[in-house]
């Protein structure tokens, strides 16, 4: 029989590496519901014209990276490769600007048809957050100072660096780009193949080009940062000071220019060393020209995205999700396989006594020691067993003490006791 694997660059997060995931979201959820952010849920399918206008046609993302295809009715679908873009969409359709700024995040699947390899998937996951109505340097700030809070909470912060730049406005932006582009073709004989391709489309992001032998002459490209204007320059200069007084250290890295054709002025990215090319694990900014390009109407925007098999390389890489583990609290047991369902309920009712403790059941019908050793290798902290003669034993691992009780005395025993599992 033909085997069926997963697709390629797809992957299921197994069970043992679920604690960790939900370690790190409850994490997340909980500093960014402290800032006063609250989730969106966003659709997985989107209609393809939403990200050849938000992203941009000269992207890599739109050019050749969507899950594109028609559905039933022919309608041009496709699976997202972002999240900013269906959050726009959605704060336009449901008019929640009127009046209003909206502090916004979620969580979910993205899809990109890219080369697989560490750290870079076809089904990655995306934590994003969004806010809209908000002009300042202030809330460009805020979103620095929430990324860098999750990251001290996943005890990361130690290991990633943040890198921040301006892109100007649009109009400082064309002005640099005419000498951008004048310096690029006097250099044409150095640039790659790539690279002549987007001084065609999007000449910019030829300054993010990873080629060691194109990067002395970037390095000498005129900077963008020449080109601001005073707006721009002072929102830039409050960035910077609200970040110093936070102490968040940071570099200026005028070659920043995010992937994203929709960004004005904040763009940051949180880089680690630790994994290599695919070292980018947050990426963000202001997005001030977006919801124009939909509504007409002018919407100031910024946000970010973290990239969470990255974090959790990373984290996995610092050896930080050793003593993250599920295990139950309480395995039970029993000596006659025909006490099963005694078992059940015994455990059933312990459940409903002692809710904060996991109980878990053996229903192997195993003898005893074979039912003892699947516990001890669950990680559990309490064995429950249920003997011939109707007695309860109580083994303590962590303190290796062993009592024997009645089934109605057993829940009042747990009173005095820990709950904290062997790790
Ligand atoms: P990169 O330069 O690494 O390709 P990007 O600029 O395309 O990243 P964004 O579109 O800004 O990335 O997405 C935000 C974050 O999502 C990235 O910083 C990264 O952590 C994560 N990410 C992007 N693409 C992938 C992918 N294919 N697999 C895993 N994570 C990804
Ligand atoms: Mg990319």
Redesign the pocket.
């Known amino acids: 029989m033909e085997k069926i694997q997963s697709i390629r660059g797809m992957r299921s997060v197994l069970p043992e590496e679920t604690p960790v995931w939900q370690w790190l979201e409850n994490r997340i959820r909980n500093i960014t519901s402290r800032y006063g952010y609250q989730e969106v849920r966003l659709p997985i399918l989107e209609p393809v014209a939403l990200f050849e206008r938000a992203v941009g046609e000269s992207t890599d993302i739109v050019s050749k990276e969507m899950y594109n295809f028609l559905d039933k009715s022919g309608e041009h679908i496709t699976l997202r490769p ?1 999240g900013t873009s269906g959050c726009v969409r959605t704060v336009i359709e449901n008019n929640m600007c009127y009046n209003t700024t909206q502090r916004l995040w979620y969580q979910g699947p993205m899809f ?1 048809y ?1 080369r697989p390899q560490k ?3 076809r089904q ?1 996951t ?1 934590f994003g957050v969004e806010t809209f109505g908000m002009p300042g340097a202030d809330v460009d700030a805020e979103l620095i100072f929430m990324v860098k809070d999750i990251f001290k909470a996943l005890g990361v912060d130690k290991h990633v660096r943040l890198e921040i730049n301006s892109l100007g406005t649009p109009e400082e932006r064309s002005e640099h780009r005419q000498q951008l582009v004048n310096y690029f073709m006097q250099h044409k004989a150095l640039l790659d193949e790539d690279s002549l391709r987007r001084l065609e489309t999007n000449p910019l992001r030829i300054l993010d080009s990873k080629n060691p032998d194109m990067q002395e002459m970037i390095e000498a490209a005129p900077r963008l940062l020449d080109f601001l204007g005073e707006e721009s320059q002072q929102h830039f200069d409050d960035l910077r000071r609200l970040l110093d007084s936070e102490n968040i250290a940071y570099v200026v890295n005028p070659r920043l220019v ?3 054709d929709y960004y004005t002025r904040t763009v940051f990215e949180w880089i680690t060393e630790e994994l290599g090319s ?1 070292g ?4 963000g900014g202001r997005y001030d020209g977006l919801v124009e390009l939909f509504s007409g109407k002018q919407l100031p925007a910024s946000g970010f ?3 969470i ?2 974090l959790l390389l990373l984290i996995q890489t610092l050896g930080l999700d050793k003593d993250i583990v599920n295990q139950p609290d309480i395995v039970v047991t029993y000596e006659d396989p025909a006490q099963n369902v005694e078992a059940l309920l015994l455990a059933n009712t312990l459940r409903h006594q002692l809710p904060q403790y996991k109980i878990l059941n053996d229903f192997t019908s195993a003898k005893l020691k074979r039912q003892h050793s699947n516990a001890l290798k669950s990680g559990c902290r309490y064995i429950v067993t249920l003997n011939r003669d109707g007695q309860v034993g109580l083994w303590d691992l962590a303190a290796n003490t062993n009592e024997t009780l009645t089934a109605d005395t057993l829940a009042n025993a747990f009173l005095n006791k820990t709950i904290t599992a062997m790790a």
């Open positions: 972002e990109r890219e750290g870079r998937l990655f995306q995010r992937g994203l695919q980018t694990v947050c990426g995205a973290i990239g098999e990255r």
